[in-house]
Protein backbone atom coordinates (compact mmCIF):
# COMPACT_ATOMS: atom_id res chain seq x y z
CA UNK A 1 0.00 0.00 0.00
CA UNK A 2 1.29 3.33 -0.63
CA UNK A 3 2.03 5.79 1.79
CA UNK A 4 -1.38 7.66 3.30
CA UNK A 5 -3.74 5.43 0.97
CA UNK A 6 -5.88 4.87 4.13
CA UNK A 7 -6.15 8.41 4.66
CA UNK A 8 -7.14 9.27 1.21
CA UNK A 9 -9.49 7.05 1.01
CA UNK A 10 -11.38 8.03 4.14
CA UNK A 11 -10.57 11.76 3.10
CA UNK A 12 -12.26 10.98 -0.51
CA UNK A 13 -14.90 9.03 0.80
CA UNK A 14 -15.56 11.61 3.79
CA UNK A 15 -15.73 14.48 1.17
CA UNK A 16 -17.92 12.53 -1.24
CA UNK A 17 -20.66 12.17 1.65
CA UNK A 18 -20.84 15.86 2.66
CA UNK A 19 -20.81 17.11 -0.65
CA UNK A 20 -24.01 15.10 -0.33
CA UNK A 21 -25.03 16.87 2.10
CA UNK A 22 -24.18 19.99 0.70
CA UNK A 23 -25.90 19.30 -2.47
CA UNK A 24 -29.52 19.01 -0.91
CA UNK A 25 -28.97 22.23 1.04
CA UNK A 26 -27.94 23.76 -2.27
CA UNK A 27 -31.32 22.55 -4.03
CA UNK A 28 -33.12 24.57 -1.11
CA UNK A 29 -34.40 27.71 -0.83
CA UNK A 30 -34.19 28.34 2.46
CA UNK A 31 -30.50 27.26 3.64
CA UNK A 32 -30.69 28.35 7.31
CA UNK A 33 -28.06 30.68 7.07
CA UNK A 34 -26.91 32.60 10.29
CA UNK A 35 -24.56 35.83 10.55
CA UNK A 36 -21.19 34.88 12.45
CA UNK A 37 -19.22 37.19 14.44
CA UNK A 38 -17.47 38.41 11.84
CA UNK A 39 -20.10 38.91 9.67
CA UNK A 40 -19.78 36.20 7.06
CA UNK A 41 -22.63 34.17 6.45
CA UNK A 42 -22.48 29.92 7.81
CA UNK A 43 -25.40 27.89 6.67
CA UNK A 44 -27.09 24.42 7.70
CA UNK A 45 -25.02 23.03 4.63
CA UNK A 46 -21.30 24.25 6.49
CA UNK A 47 -22.42 22.97 9.83
CA UNK A 48 -23.86 19.13 8.42
CA UNK A 49 -20.82 18.61 5.84
CA UNK A 50 -18.51 19.64 8.94
CA UNK A 51 -20.31 17.30 11.99
CA UNK A 52 -20.12 14.40 8.85
CA UNK A 53 -16.47 14.70 7.86
CA UNK A 54 -15.14 15.10 11.33
CA UNK A 55 -17.20 12.24 12.20
CA UNK A 56 -15.52 9.83 9.77
CA UNK A 57 -12.20 11.58 10.78
CA UNK A 58 -12.92 10.28 14.49
CA UNK A 59 -13.82 6.70 13.27
CA UNK A 60 -10.92 6.26 11.55
CA UNK A 61 -7.89 8.58 13.21
CA UNK A 62 -9.23 9.01 16.88
CA UNK A 63 -6.14 10.63 18.01
CA UNK A 64 -5.56 13.23 14.66
CA UNK A 65 -5.99 17.25 15.53
CA UNK A 66 -8.48 18.71 14.11
CA UNK A 67 -8.96 22.40 12.76
CA UNK A 68 -12.42 23.04 11.05
CA UNK A 69 -13.91 26.81 10.41
CA UNK A 70 -17.27 26.02 11.67
CA UNK A 71 -18.18 25.87 15.62
CA UNK A 72 -21.49 24.56 17.34
CA UNK A 73 -22.07 27.34 19.93
CA UNK A 74 -24.44 28.94 18.10
CA UNK A 75 -26.49 26.23 17.40
CA UNK A 76 -26.88 24.89 21.39
CA UNK A 77 -29.07 28.22 21.60
CA UNK A 78 -30.57 27.56 18.47
CA UNK A 79 -33.22 24.37 18.87
CA UNK A 80 -34.84 25.31 14.88
CA UNK A 81 -31.58 25.32 13.37
CA UNK A 82 -29.59 22.30 15.83
CA UNK A 83 -32.56 20.30 14.45
CA UNK A 84 -32.72 20.93 11.03
CA UNK A 85 -29.22 20.48 10.68
CA UNK A 86 -29.75 16.85 12.88
CA UNK A 87 -32.24 15.91 10.19
CA UNK A 88 -30.20 16.66 7.08
CA UNK A 89 -27.22 14.79 8.44
CA UNK A 90 -28.84 11.70 10.32
CA UNK A 91 -30.62 10.86 6.46
CA UNK A 92 -27.06 11.51 4.62
CA UNK A 93 -25.12 8.18 3.50
CA UNK A 94 -23.10 6.84 0.80
CA UNK A 95 -25.64 4.46 -1.16
CA UNK A 96 -22.67 2.17 -1.49
CA UNK A 97 -23.06 -0.16 2.40
CA UNK A 98 -19.59 -0.73 2.31
CA UNK A 99 -17.99 2.73 1.80
CA UNK A 100 -20.63 3.87 4.59
CA UNK A 101 -19.36 1.67 7.01
CA UNK A 102 -15.80 2.53 6.25
CA UNK A 103 -16.50 6.15 7.39
CA UNK A 104 -18.06 4.42 10.93
CA UNK A 105 -21.73 4.36 10.92
CA UNK A 106 -24.04 7.09 11.59
CA UNK A 107 -23.38 10.25 14.50
CA UNK A 108 -25.34 8.70 17.51
CA UNK A 109 -27.66 11.65 18.09
CA UNK A 110 -28.26 16.11 18.12
CA UNK A 111 -25.36 15.85 21.32
CA UNK A 112 -22.95 13.79 19.77
CA UNK A 113 -23.45 16.17 16.38
CA UNK A 114 -22.19 19.25 18.26
CA UNK A 115 -19.48 17.44 19.51
CA UNK A 116 -18.43 16.56 16.73
CA UNK A 117 -18.62 20.13 15.17
CA UNK A 118 -16.63 21.43 18.06
CA UNK A 119 -13.69 18.74 17.49
CA UNK A 120 -12.42 20.94 14.78
CA UNK A 121 -11.11 23.85 17.69
CA UNK A 122 -7.22 22.39 17.31
CA UNK A 123 -5.58 25.53 17.52
CA UNK A 124 -3.26 23.74 14.90
CA UNK A 125 0.54 24.00 14.60
CA UNK A 126 4.08 22.73 13.61
CA UNK A 127 3.70 19.32 15.02
CA UNK A 128 1.49 16.04 14.42
CA UNK A 129 -1.02 14.99 12.34
CA UNK A 130 -3.92 17.45 12.12
CA UNK A 131 -6.77 18.02 9.28
CA UNK A 132 -8.02 21.03 7.95
CA UNK A 133 -11.80 21.22 7.18
CA UNK A 134 -13.36 23.72 5.03
CA UNK A 135 -16.80 22.27 5.09
CA UNK A 136 -18.33 24.84 2.56
CA UNK A 137 -15.76 27.48 0.83
CA UNK A 138 -17.01 30.21 -1.09
CA UNK A 139 -20.14 30.23 0.90
CA UNK A 140 -21.29 33.76 -0.33
CA UNK A 141 -21.17 31.43 -3.55
CA UNK A 142 -22.73 28.59 -2.51
CA UNK A 143 -25.86 31.10 -1.53
CA UNK A 144 -25.62 32.98 -4.67
CA UNK A 145 -26.02 29.87 -7.06
CA UNK A 146 -22.22 29.67 -8.01
CA UNK A 147 -18.93 28.08 -7.20
CA UNK A 148 -18.44 26.13 -3.81
CA UNK A 149 -15.80 23.70 -2.91
CA UNK A 150 -15.61 20.98 -0.27
CA UNK A 151 -11.92 21.25 1.74
CA UNK A 152 -10.20 18.15 3.05
CA UNK A 153 -6.12 18.37 4.32
CA UNK A 154 -3.75 16.01 6.42
CA UNK A 155 -0.70 18.29 7.58
CA UNK A 156 1.77 16.24 9.35
CA UNK A 157 4.59 18.23 10.70
CA UNK A 158 3.38 21.48 8.92
CA UNK A 159 3.67 19.50 5.76
CA UNK A 160 0.53 19.38 3.56
CA UNK A 161 0.42 15.47 2.58
CA UNK A 162 -3.10 14.73 1.76
CA UNK A 163 -5.37 17.52 -0.26
CA UNK A 164 -9.07 16.33 -1.12
CA UNK A 165 -11.44 19.12 -2.93
CA UNK A 166 -15.11 18.49 -3.83
CA UNK A 167 -16.26 20.71 -6.36
CA UNK A 168 -20.29 19.83 -6.66
CA UNK A 169 -21.02 22.46 -9.42
CA UNK A 170 -17.84 22.36 -11.37
CA UNK A 171 -18.04 20.01 -15.42
CA UNK A 172 -16.68 16.70 -14.96
CA UNK A 173 -15.40 17.45 -18.59
CA UNK A 174 -11.95 19.17 -17.83
CA UNK A 175 -12.50 21.01 -21.26
CA UNK A 176 -15.59 22.40 -20.79
CA UNK A 177 -15.44 26.53 -20.68
CA UNK A 178 -14.13 27.74 -17.19
CA UNK A 179 -17.18 29.60 -15.60
CA UNK A 180 -17.96 31.15 -12.30
CA UNK A 181 -21.87 30.60 -12.50
CA UNK A 182 -23.58 27.34 -12.87
CA UNK A 183 -25.12 26.43 -15.98
CA UNK A 184 -28.29 24.86 -16.30
CA UNK A 185 -28.20 21.84 -15.96
CA UNK A 186 -25.40 22.38 -13.42
CA UNK A 187 -21.91 20.66 -13.20
CA UNK A 188 -22.18 17.22 -12.08
CA UNK A 189 -19.26 17.55 -9.61
CA UNK A 190 -15.26 16.58 -9.79
CA UNK A 191 -13.85 15.50 -6.71
CA UNK A 192 -9.96 16.21 -6.68
CA UNK A 193 -7.23 14.78 -4.97
CA UNK A 194 -3.31 14.72 -4.28
CA UNK A 195 -1.26 13.22 -2.24
CA UNK A 196 2.23 14.40 -1.48
CA UNK A 197 4.93 13.28 -4.34
CA UNK A 198 2.18 11.16 -5.96
CA UNK A 199 0.34 13.27 -8.48
CA UNK A 200 -2.80 14.74 -8.34
CA UNK A 201 -5.89 13.39 -9.89
CA UNK A 202 -9.73 13.64 -10.60
CA UNK A 203 -12.61 11.40 -10.94
CA UNK A 204 -16.49 12.05 -10.52
CA UNK A 205 -18.35 13.11 -7.45
CA UNK A 206 -20.82 10.18 -6.80
CA UNK A 207 -23.09 9.47 -4.16
CA UNK A 208 -22.07 6.11 -3.38
CA UNK A 209 -18.47 4.49 -4.00
CA UNK A 210 -15.50 5.98 -5.20
CA UNK A 211 -15.42 6.28 -9.55
CA UNK A 212 -12.52 5.80 -11.52
CA UNK A 213 -10.04 8.15 -11.54
CA UNK A 214 -7.61 9.95 -13.96
CA UNK A 215 -4.41 11.72 -13.90
CA UNK A 216 -4.44 15.54 -13.82
CA UNK A 217 -1.60 18.24 -14.61
CA UNK A 218 -1.76 21.78 -15.14
CA UNK A 219 -1.69 22.93 -18.94
CA UNK A 220 1.83 23.64 -20.69
CA UNK A 221 1.77 27.51 -20.97
CA UNK A 222 4.46 28.61 -24.14
CA UNK A 223 2.46 31.65 -24.73
CA UNK A 224 1.69 34.13 -21.07
CA UNK A 225 -0.62 35.96 -23.68
CA UNK A 226 -2.70 33.45 -24.21
CA UNK A 227 -2.72 32.49 -20.25
CA UNK A 228 -6.81 32.30 -18.42
CA UNK A 229 -6.52 34.09 -14.67
CA UNK A 230 -8.83 33.18 -12.02
CA UNK A 231 -9.67 35.26 -8.67
CA UNK A 232 -12.54 35.13 -6.38
CA UNK A 233 -16.07 36.60 -7.20
CA UNK A 234 -15.63 39.27 -4.05
CA UNK A 235 -13.87 41.89 -4.52
CA UNK A 236 -13.37 42.05 -0.36
CA UNK A 237 -11.39 38.65 -0.76
CA UNK A 238 -9.19 39.71 -3.51
CA UNK A 239 -7.96 43.02 -4.91
CA UNK A 240 -9.61 42.92 -8.33
CA UNK A 241 -7.77 45.93 -9.53
CA UNK A 242 -4.30 45.22 -8.72
CA UNK A 243 -4.62 41.67 -10.53
CA UNK A 244 -6.00 43.66 -13.44
CA UNK A 245 -2.80 45.62 -13.51
CA UNK A 246 -0.72 42.45 -13.10
CA UNK A 247 -2.68 40.49 -16.21
CA UNK A 248 -1.63 43.77 -18.35
CA UNK A 249 1.77 43.45 -17.11
CA UNK A 250 2.15 40.13 -18.01
CA UNK A 251 0.52 40.63 -21.38
CA UNK A 252 -2.89 38.53 -20.62
CA UNK A 253 -5.60 39.36 -22.52
CA UNK A 254 -8.36 37.12 -21.87
CA UNK A 255 -10.63 38.77 -18.79
CA UNK A 256 -10.53 37.55 -15.52
CA UNK A 257 -12.51 33.96 -14.93
CA UNK A 258 -14.26 35.06 -11.31
CA UNK A 259 -15.13 31.96 -9.48
CA UNK A 260 -15.48 31.18 -5.97
CA UNK A 261 -13.97 28.93 -3.43
CA UNK A 262 -10.65 25.94 -4.03
CA UNK A 263 -12.37 25.64 -7.72
CA UNK A 264 -10.01 28.16 -8.70
CA UNK A 265 -6.98 25.80 -7.43
CA UNK A 266 -8.90 22.85 -8.94
CA UNK A 267 -9.39 24.50 -12.26
CA UNK A 268 -5.85 25.79 -12.77
CA UNK A 269 -5.11 22.14 -11.59
CA UNK A 270 -6.50 20.26 -14.36
CA UNK A 271 -5.84 22.90 -17.28
CA UNK A 272 -9.38 24.69 -17.25
CA UNK A 273 -7.58 28.11 -16.48
CA UNK A 274 -3.55 28.95 -15.42
CA UNK A 275 -3.00 31.26 -12.71
CA UNK A 276 -4.54 31.85 -9.55
CA UNK A 277 -4.22 35.65 -8.17
CA UNK A 278 -5.10 36.14 -4.46
CA UNK A 279 -3.82 39.96 -3.71
CA UNK A 280 -4.71 41.20 -0.22
CA UNK A 281 -7.23 43.65 0.26
CA UNK A 282 -6.51 44.89 3.74
CA UNK A 283 -2.88 44.50 5.28
CA UNK A 284 -4.24 42.98 8.76
CA UNK A 285 -5.89 40.25 6.94
CA UNK A 286 -4.81 36.71 7.62
CA UNK A 287 -5.67 34.07 5.46
CA UNK A 288 -7.03 30.57 6.92
CA UNK A 289 -5.24 27.46 6.55
CA UNK A 290 -8.44 25.78 5.52
CA UNK A 291 -9.45 28.11 2.61
CA UNK A 292 -5.83 27.10 0.95
CA UNK A 293 -4.34 23.45 2.08
CA UNK A 294 -5.90 20.90 -0.24
CA UNK A 295 -6.09 23.03 -3.43
CA UNK A 296 -2.35 24.38 -2.54
CA UNK A 297 -1.25 20.31 -2.65
CA UNK A 298 -3.08 19.86 -5.79
CA UNK A 299 -1.53 22.41 -7.93
CA UNK A 300 1.98 21.46 -6.54
CA UNK A 301 1.19 18.18 -7.76
CA UNK A 302 -0.38 19.17 -11.06
CA UNK A 303 2.93 20.73 -11.83
CA UNK A 304 2.38 24.03 -10.49
CA UNK A 305 4.42 26.24 -7.67
CA UNK A 306 2.46 28.14 -4.91
CA UNK A 307 3.84 30.84 -2.70
CA UNK A 308 2.32 34.33 -1.48
CA UNK A 309 2.76 37.83 -3.08
CA UNK A 310 6.47 37.31 -1.28
CA UNK A 311 7.67 33.90 -3.04
CA UNK A 312 6.95 32.36 0.06
CA UNK A 313 5.96 28.88 0.46
CA UNK A 314 2.54 28.71 1.92
CA UNK A 315 3.67 27.66 6.05
CA UNK A 316 0.57 25.67 7.50
CA UNK A 317 2.98 25.14 10.26
CA UNK A 318 1.91 28.45 12.14
CA UNK A 319 -1.78 27.42 13.69
CA UNK A 320 -5.22 28.34 11.85
CA UNK A 321 -4.10 30.69 9.67
CA UNK A 322 -1.63 31.90 7.32
CA UNK A 323 0.34 34.56 9.56
CA UNK A 324 3.64 34.00 7.89
CA UNK A 325 2.41 34.35 4.07
CA UNK A 326 0.61 37.41 2.40
CA UNK A 327 -1.55 36.52 -0.38
CA UNK A 328 -1.34 34.04 -3.06
CA UNK A 329 0.03 33.39 -6.32
CA UNK A 330 -0.45 29.64 -8.47
CA UNK A 331 0.97 29.42 -11.25
CA UNK A 332 2.40 26.51 -13.66
CA UNK A 333 6.23 25.87 -12.33
CA UNK A 334 7.76 26.90 -15.45
CA UNK A 335 6.36 30.35 -15.56
CA UNK A 336 5.80 31.12 -11.77
CA UNK A 337 8.83 33.41 -11.22
CA UNK A 338 7.63 35.65 -13.93
CA UNK A 339 4.22 36.00 -12.64
CA UNK A 340 6.00 36.85 -9.01
CA UNK A 341 7.79 39.35 -10.76
CA UNK A 342 5.24 41.37 -12.15
CA UNK A 343 2.84 40.53 -8.86
CA UNK A 344 5.55 42.44 -6.97
CA UNK A 345 6.23 45.39 -9.58
CA UNK A 346 2.32 46.46 -9.11
CA UNK A 347 2.71 45.57 -5.32
CA UNK A 348 5.52 47.67 -4.64
CA UNK A 349 4.52 50.60 -6.65
CA UNK A 350 1.91 50.89 -4.05
CA UNK A 351 3.61 51.78 -1.23
N1 LIG B 1 -10.85 39.88 3.69
C1 LIG B 1 -10.64 38.66 3.20
N2 LIG B 1 -9.56 38.41 2.42
C2 LIG B 1 -9.33 37.18 1.91
N3 LIG B 1 -10.13 36.12 2.16
C3 LIG B 1 -11.21 36.29 2.92
C4 LIG B 1 -11.53 37.57 3.48
N4 LIG B 1 -12.67 37.43 4.19
C5 LIG B 1 -13.05 36.13 4.09
N5 LIG B 1 -12.17 35.45 3.33
C6 LIG B 1 -12.16 34.03 2.99
O1 LIG B 1 -12.45 33.86 1.61
C7 LIG B 1 -12.99 32.55 1.47
C8 LIG B 1 -13.67 32.40 0.14
O2 LIG B 1 -12.70 32.56 -0.85
P1 LIG B 1 -13.06 32.97 -2.35
O3 LIG B 1 -13.27 34.44 -2.36
O4 LIG B 1 -11.85 32.54 -3.09
O5 LIG B 1 -14.29 32.22 -2.70
C9 LIG B 1 -13.91 32.43 2.64
O6 LIG B 1 -14.12 31.08 2.92
P2 LIG B 1 -15.60 30.56 3.35
O7 LIG B 1 -16.53 30.82 2.24
O8 LIG B 1 -15.32 29.13 3.62
O9 LIG B 1 -15.94 31.31 4.61
C10 LIG B 1 -13.17 33.19 3.76
O10 LIG B 1 -12.46 32.34 4.64
MG1 LIG C 1 -16.92 31.03 6.19
MG1 LIG D 1 -13.27 28.96 3.05
MG1 LIG E 1 -16.21 27.70 4.74
Known sequence: MSTYAKELEIAQLAVQRASILTKRVFHEKAKGTVSKDDKSPVT????????????????????????????????????????????????TQLSD???ESALGGEIADEDAMLTM???????????????????????????????????????????????????????????????????????????????????ASSRPLTTGGLAEQKTIAMRPLSDMSAATFCES?????????????????????NPSVRLDSQAKYASIARGAGDIYLRLPVKATYQEKIWDHAAGDLIVREAGGAVTDIQGKTLDFSVGRTLAN????????????????AAVQEVWNNKK
Open 117 to 199: IDHGNSKGGASGRIWAIDPIDGTLGFLRGGQYAVCLALIVDGQVQVGVLGCPNLPVDDTAPLTGSVGEEGGSGVLFSAVLGQG
Open 44 to 91: IGDFGAQALIISALKANFPEDEIVAEEEAASLRTNEALRQTIWDLVKT
Open 325 to 340: NKGVIAAPASVHSKVL
Open 97 to 99: PSA
Open 233 to 253: VEAGHSAHGDQAEIAKKLGIT
